[in-house]
């Protein structure tokens, strides 16, 4: 296909074109760098298939995707899998890795584009990080990286799931990318890996298996240097040490080279030794895989293979110095020659084949002493090596033999390749012959299975951890069907034996036993809470053990047990909780072979269904009132809060519709059910309350007129008020409505006096507003030429409904034949313009003073006496407290606090109303009622 993925790193899409480049169009956006990845042939049932890692802001994390190009259509999120980590996809052959991480990291993998599961270690060990080194020959070579830095390596079943350990302690380094591992595969070889590993006093030494990890032994060193002059090595005390990854990271020393059109060939970097030691690096080379080594060239340099492995070039490394000469070899290492490729010495930075390592041609690029541009030298070694190799030129290799066995890794391999000696080229058409005999299976053929290990005392045995119940499956395993027993060993994946003691080390078939549930996780589809009265689903999954034949009882918390067999049928339960509060929801699982357990806490909520305000429908200007609401459930109760769990806690946000409306409008926002609130300005405003917990949220708005003359009174009644009110806004508004025609017949006003305000609340509260006009002006704000006669207005028509309600003229009778009659009358807030400025001559002045000072003996008097006498007729104008509405000192409560807590009966405030033994707190100062005392004209509400 003229097929071309292309991705942009700043804007982090992923751009596909079907010609070649010369079209483009977005394949998806919020793609992980580096993470996406083509379909592969015969594994995938669509090759038009991609894979990604993409952010998604909805799930809040990356999330797996594949889509059908070229326009992403049939799109998979992989939702069950959920959000896996940043830069842990990974496509590879059979196999799909993603990592999760929580406390710890979690490798999970799909196998042939199955489910994803758990990959599960030794010991169930957990890991930091996860490095896939190889999924050749149908197997996962793993690197974990533990806590303290330790890192192991692993090898895997068949399906990538269960994993042994084959090298514990490999050098490796953590990177902000992931992590890189001293884990080099000698290409071409089946089955051979070069390792560094720690040492007791964390020293690295090399180590190198060809059989897959089956057994790791020490590098034998060259019997003698590049002199002649003898080492003096032998194992286990002294061996060869190589440099890797994390030399060439931190040291800038080259790493292993080996290709698979030069098998056989490897070249490293490296010392002789009982360790690596990174001060000291000299060149070696390998003709056979690693089995043997010879020193080729001393210190430090780049190099790089040529013409299948008939030319070997060096270019020395050195930092600082510039150089115009290299070395070849045309011998794999045995004779070297030196060429001067270049008349202005440079500064190397690296050696690269073009355009292959089949060819004959390399590049050399580095840079001036004094110039940081590169310079590239192509060399073409055609006039070398001139000679086409004949049959002649080459000879036969078989690995197995070299390390004196029949096989490895199941096969005998016979490979075809140049003879050391024959100065010729092999061409970049050569095909290598490889003759392959399968085996008969061996003993070496088969490594540990999961829960086994070697024995100490005779390696060819493997015996059970102490850690694995091999009686008991590892996976699933229903009553009445079976399950495949180890035997201790498993076939190497990557081998190809056939016959031989196949028998003797295959698994045997066993009756799946009973077995005890394990892995129990319940979950529940809320967050954060659940409401009230509303289903929750409740979730049960079970990662181990029997479920047919398994008994599991559900414990909701609030008095409900449900027992039912068989997890099909217990998986999945719907419940609702009829109170607020936090409950534990356990479930237990049942069975002759034990009991498992898991629970779970849930909070429930009431939801708020109404809010009920508590505030007049006119108010003074520059007065402050203690706006309050009450919020209620469904069925009419307060909902449950609770400050040290958190439970149901409500938050409220206020609009009192007095500021402008600005994208840096700061929201008024309180805990408490109350804002205390000034109006600067008269006029008709709109304010509205918010209340919020985490099940619902509801507003409130109510209509509001602010004056800079009125009265607020309130109007106490019969007890058959409380009998006829219904709680309901409509009985409230009728009420309400047939009070305010009462009162403008019994006043003679218009509606233009008169407001009615009855709170939705038992006691019944009911607040009358009496504010101007009075023929003077229609606007809230009275000119100041009329606010003597508007205030003397209002107070005439207070006296007038006090006297009204004295001679039982306010008086109604509602459905039922209920009479109701008003009783009282209670200033709850009044406001009216400052007198005028005295004004005449300074005996004016003097007089004046005079006369305040007599009136103010003259009220001394008369409140001595009036503290013997207290007259029925002045009752209007002060509101008695009482007695539950005071504290043990003495003090007022505060509506918007301490009487939130309180319950308040009908018959206990109808009886304090009543009681005569209240005595006024001041007189002749108002009470008000916002719980601070007394005051001066400010105004306020009583408590809900």
Same mark, same amino acid.
């Given at each position: 296909?003229?097929?071309?993925?292309?991705?942009?790193?700043?804007?982090?899409?992923?751009?596909?074109?079907? !010609?070649?480049?010369?079209?483009?169009?977005? /394949?998806?956006?919020?793609? +992980?760098? =580096?993470? $996406? #990845?083509?379909?592969?042939? *015969?594994?995938?049932?669509?090759?038009?298939?991609?894979?990604?890692?993409?952010?998604?802001?909805?799930?809040?994390?990356?999330?797996?995707?594949?889509?059908?190009?070229?326009?992403?259509?049939?799109?998979?999120?992989?939702?069950?899998?959920?959000?896996?980590?940043?830069?842990?996809?990974?496509?590879?052959?059979?196999?799909?890795?993603?990592?999760?991480?929580?406390?710890?990291?979690?490798?999970?993998?799909?196998?042939?584009?199955?489910?994803?599961?758990?990959?599960?270690?030794?010991?169930?060990?957990?890991?930091?990080?996860?490095?896939?080194?190889?999924?050749?020959?149908?197997?996962?070579?793993?690197?974990? !990286?533990?806590?303290?830095?330790?890192?192991? /390596?692993?090898?895997?079943? +068949?399906? =990538?799931? $269960? #994993?042994?350990?084959?090298? *514990?302690?490999?050098?490796?380094?953590?990177?902000?990318?992931?992590?890189?591992?001293?884990?080099?595969?000698?290409?071409?070889?089946?089955?051979?890996?070069?390792?560094?590993?720690?040492?007791?006093?964390?020293?690295?030494?090399?180590?190198?298996?060809?059989?897959?990890?089956?057994?790791?032994?020490?590098?034998?060193?060259?019997?003698?240097?590049?002199?002649?002059?003898?080492?003096?090595?032998?194992?286990?005390?002294?061996?060869?040490?190589?440099?890797?990854?994390?030399?060439?990271?931190?040291?800038?020393?080259?790493?292993?080279?080996?290709?698979?059109?030069?098998?056989?060939?490897?070249?490293?970097?490296? !010392?002789?030794?009982?360790?690596?030691?990174?001060?000291?690096?000299?060149?070696?080379?390998?003709?056979?895989?690693?089995?043997?080594?010879?020193?080729?060239?001393?210190?430090?340099?780049?190099?790089?293979?040529?013409?299948?492995?008939?030319?070997?070039?060096?270019?020395?490394?050195?930092?600082?110095?510039?150089?115009?000469?290299?070395?070849?070899?045309?011998?794999?290492?045995?004779?070297?020659?030196?060429?001067?490729?270049?008349?202005?010495?440079?500064?190397?930075?690296?050696?690269?084949?073009?355009?292959?390592?089949?060819?004959?041609?390399?590049?050399?690029?580095?840079?001036?002493?004094?110039?940081?541009?590169?310079?590239?030298?192509?060399?073409?070694?055609?006039?070398?090596?001139?000679?086409?190799?004949?049959?002649?030129?080459?000879?036969?290799?078989?690995?197995?033999?070299?390390?004196?066995?029949?096989?490895?890794?199941?096969?005998?391999?016979?490979?075809?390749?140049?003879?050391?000696?024959?100065?010729?080229?092999?061409?970049?058409?050569?095909?290598?012959?490889?003759?392959?005999?399968?085996?008969?299976?061996?003993?070496?053929?088969?490594?540990?299975?999961?829960?086994?290990?070697?024995?100490?005392?005779?390696?060819?045995?493997?015996?059970?951890?102490?850690?694995?119940?091999?009686?008991?499956?590892?996976?699933?395993?229903?009553?009445?069907?079976?399950?495949?027993?180890?035997?201790?060993?498993?076939?190497?994946?990557?081998?190809?034996?056939?016959?031989?003691?196949?028998?003797?080390?295959?698994?045997?078939?066993?009756?799946?036993?009973?077995?005890?549930?394990?892995?129990?996780?319940?979950?529940?589809?809320?967050?954060?809470?659940?409401?009230?009265?509303?289903?929750?689903?409740?979730?049960?999954?079970?990662?181990?053990?029997?479920?047919?034949?398994?008994?599991?009882?559900?414990?909701?918390?609030?008095?409900?047990?449900?027992?039912?067999?068989?997890?099909?049928?217990?998986?999945?339960?719907?419940?609702?909780?009829?109170?607020?509060?936090?409950?534990?929801?356990?479930?237990?699982?049942?069975?002759?072979?034990?009991?498992?357990?898991?629970?779970?806490?849930?909070?429930?909520?009431?939801?708020?269904?109404?809010?009920?305000?508590?505030?007049?429908?006119?108010?003074?200007?520059?007065?402050?009132?203690?706006?309050?609401?009450?919020?209620?459930?469904?069925?009419?109760?307060?909902?449950?809060?609770?400050?040290?769990?958190?439970?149901?806690?409500?938050?409220?946000?206020?609009?009192?519709?007095?500021?402008?409306?600005?994208?840096?409008?700061?929201?008024?926002?309180?805990?408490?059910?109350?804002?205390?609130?000034?109006?600067?300005?008269?006029?008709?405003?709109?304010?509205?309350?918010?209340?919020?917990?985490?099940?619902?949220?509801?507003?409130?708005?109510?209509?509001?007129?602010?004056?800079?003359?009125?009265?607020?009174?309130?109007?106490?009644?019969?007890?058959?008020?409380?009998?006829?009110?219904?709680?309901?806004?409509?009985?409230?508004?009728?009420?309400?409505?047939?009070?305010?025609?009462?009162?403008?017949?019994?006043?003679?006003?218009?509606?233009?006096?008169?407001?009615?305000?009855?709170?939705?609340?038992?006691?019944?509260?009911?607040?009358?507003?009496?504010?101007?006009?009075?023929?003077?002006?229609?606007?809230?704000?009275?000119?100041?030429?009329?606010?003597?006669?508007?205030?003397?207005?209002?107070?005439?028509?207070?006296?007038?409904?006090?006297?009204?309600?004295?001679?039982?003229?306010?008086?109604?009778?509602?459905?039922?034949?209920?009479?109701?009659?008003?009783?009282?009358?209670?200033?709850?807030?009044?406001?009216?313009?400052?007198?005028?400025?005295?004004?005449?001559?300074?005996?004016?002045?003097?007089?004046?003073?005079?006369?305040?000072?007599?009136?103010?003996?003259?009220?001394?008097?008369?409140?001595?006496?009036?503290?013997?006498?207290?007259?029925?007729?002045?009752?209007?104008?002060?509101?008695?407290?009482?007695?539950?509405?005071?504290?043990?000192?003495?003090?007022?409560?505060?509506?918007?606090?301490?009487?939130?807590?309180?319950?308040?009966?009908?018959?206990?405030?109808?009886?304090?109303?009543?009681?005569?033994?209240?005595?006024?707190?001041?007189?002749?100062?108002?009470?008000?009622?916002?719980?601070?005392?007394?005051?001066?004209?400010?105004?306020?509400?009583?408590?809900?």
């Amino acid at each position: 296909d003229d097929w071309v993925l292309a991705y942009d790193s700043h804007s982090q899409k992923l751009y596909i074109s079907t !010609n070649l480049g010369r079209q483009w169009a977005t /394949l998806h956006t919020h793609v +992980t760098k =580096g993470h $996406y #990845y083509w379909a592969v042939k *015969e594994v995938d049932k669509d090759e038009h298939l991609v894979h990604m890692e993409v952010y998604d802001s909805h799930a809040g994390g990356y999330l797996y995707v594949s889509c059908h190009i070229p326009h992403c259509s049939h799109k998979n999120s992989h939702h069950s899998l959920g959000t896996i980590d940043k830069n842990s996809l990974l496509v590879q052959d059979q196999y799909i890795f993603v990592e999760k991480s929580a406390v710890e990291v979690t490798l999970y993998v799909s196998w042939k584009r199955g489910d994803f599961q758990e990959a599960i270690l030794p010991r169930n060990l957990r890991a930091e990080d996860f490095h896939i080194l190889s999924t050749d020959e149908d197997q996962v070579f793993l690197a974990a !990286n533990h806590r303290d830095n330790l890192t192991s /390596l692993y090898l895997s079943d +068949t399906t =990538g799931l $269960y #994993y042994v350990l084959t090298l *514990e302690n490999v050098v490796a380094l953590s990177l902000p990318s992931g992590f890189l591992v001293d884990v080099q595969e000698v290409k071409g070889l089946k089955g051979t890996f070069v390792a560094n590993q720690h040492t007791p006093r964390r020293n690295p030494r090399t180590l190198i298996t060809w059989d897959k990890g089956g057994e790791w032994t020490l590098v034998q060193a060259p019997e003698n240097n590049i002199h002649g002059q003898p080492f003096n090595c032998t194992l286990p005390s002294c061996s060869l040490h190589l440099h890797m990854d994390f030399s060439k990271t931190i040291y800038h020393i080259p790493s292993i080279m080996s290709r698979k059109s030069a098998v056989g060939l490897v070249m490293a970097q490296g !010392n002789v030794g009982d360790d690596l030691d990174s001060m000291s690096s000299d060149v070696y080379v390998s003709h056979n895989g690693g089995l043997t080594w010879a020193q080729v060239l001393e210190d430090r340099y780049y190099f790089v293979f040529t013409d299948h492995g008939g030319a070997i070039v060096a270019v020395k490394l050195v930092s600082s110095k510039p150089t115009d000469t290299l070395e070849y070899s045309c011998t794999e290492g045995q004779s070297w020659e030196s060429f001067k490729f270049t008349d202005t010495p440079l500064l190397i930075d690296g050696v690269l084949n073009e355009p292959g390592e089949a060819t004959l041609v390399i590049l050399v690029f580095g840079h001036l002493q004094s110039d940081s541009r590169w310079y590239v030298v192509r060399l073409d070694f055609g006039s070398i090596l001139t000679a086409k190799c004949t049959d002649h030129d080459y000879t036969t290799w078989v690995p197995s033999q070299e390390l004196g066995r029949q096989c490895i890794l199941g096969e005998k391999i016979v490979y075809e390749r140049r003879k050391v000696g024959s100065e010729c080229y092999n061409g970049r058409n050569y095909d290598r012959e490889i003759n392959v005999t399968t085996c008969q299976c061996t003993s070496e053929d088969f490594e540990c299975d999961y829960g086994f290990q070697r024995s100490s005392s005779n390696r060819t045995e493997c015996t059970v951890t102490d850690w694995f119940a091999p009686n008991q499956p590892l996976g699933e395993c229903p009553e009445g069907h079976y399950f495949l027993r180890s035997s201790g060993f498993r076939k190497i994946p990557s081998d190809n034996c056939t016959g031989g003691v196949t028998d003797w080390y295959k698994p045997r078939q066993v009756s799946c036993p009973l077995q005890q549930a394990e892995g129990l996780h319940v979950t529940a589809n809320v967050q954060p809470a659940a409401p009230t009265h509303t289903n929750v689903t409740f979730h049960l999954k079970q990662d181990k053990g029997s479920k047919a034949s398994t008994v599991y009882t559900w414990d909701f918390g609030d008095g409900v047990v449900i027992s039912q067999q068989g997890l099909k049928n217990s998986s999945t339960q719907v419940h609702s909780y009829d109170m607020a509060g936090t409950y534990t929801v356990s479930v237990s699982a049942n069975n002759s072979a034990g009991c498992s357990a898991t629970s779970m806490f849930i909070k429930v909520n009431d939801k708020i269904t109404t809010l009920k305000a508590c505030a007049p429908s006119a108010m003074c200007v520059n007065k402050p009132w203690n706006f309050t609401v009450t919020p209620l459930a469904g069925d009419g109760h307060v909902p449950a809060i609770s400050n040290q769990s958190g439970l149901g806690l409500i938050h409220y946000v206020w609009d009192f519709d007095d500021e402008e409306e600005t994208d840096t409008k700061t929201p008024l926002l309180s805990w408490q059910p109350s804002m205390v609130h000034t109006y600067t300005e008269t006029g008709e405003y709109s304010w509205t309350v918010e209340a919020i917990n985490p099940v619902s949220r509801i507003q409130h708005e109510e209509d509001i007129q602010v004056y800079d003359i009125l009265k607020t009174l309130e109007l106490s009644f019969t007890a058959t008020l409380d009998m006829a009110n219904k709680g309901t806004a409509q009985w409230r508004q009728q009420f309400g409505d047939l009070l305010e025609k009462q009162l403008q017949e019994v006043l003679n006003v218009s509606e233009s006096h008169l407001a009615v305000t009855v709170y939705p609340y038992i006691p019944t509260r009911v607040l009358v507003s009496v504010f101007p006009p009075c023929n003077l002006t229609k606007e809230m704000a009275v000119p100041k030429e009329n606010s003597a006669e508007a205030a003397s207005c209002v107070n005439e028509l207070t006296k007038a409904l006090k006297s009204a309600v004295d001679a039982d003229k306010v008086s109604m009778t509602l459905a039922g034949g209920l009479v109701v009659k008003a009783l009282r009358v209670y200033v709850l807030q009044e406001c009216a313009p400052p007198l005028p400025a005295p004004h005449g001559s300074y005996q004016s002045i003097i007089a004046g003073v005079l006369a305040l000072v007599v009136i103010l003996l003259l009220i001394v008097l008369v409140g001595y006496f009036w503290k013997r006498r207290r007259e029925r007729s002045n009752w209007y104008s002060q509101m008695p407290v009482p007695t539950s509405l005071i504290n043990e000192q003495g003090e007022m409560l505060s509506p918007a606090e301490d009487f939130m807590d309180q319950e308040i009966t009908e018959e206990e405030f109808l009886d304090d109303i009543e009681d005569d033994s209240f005595q006024p707190v001041s007189q002749p100062t108002l009470v008000m009622m916002s719980g601070v005392g007394p005051s001066t004209g400010g105004g306020g509400n009583m408590p809900c």
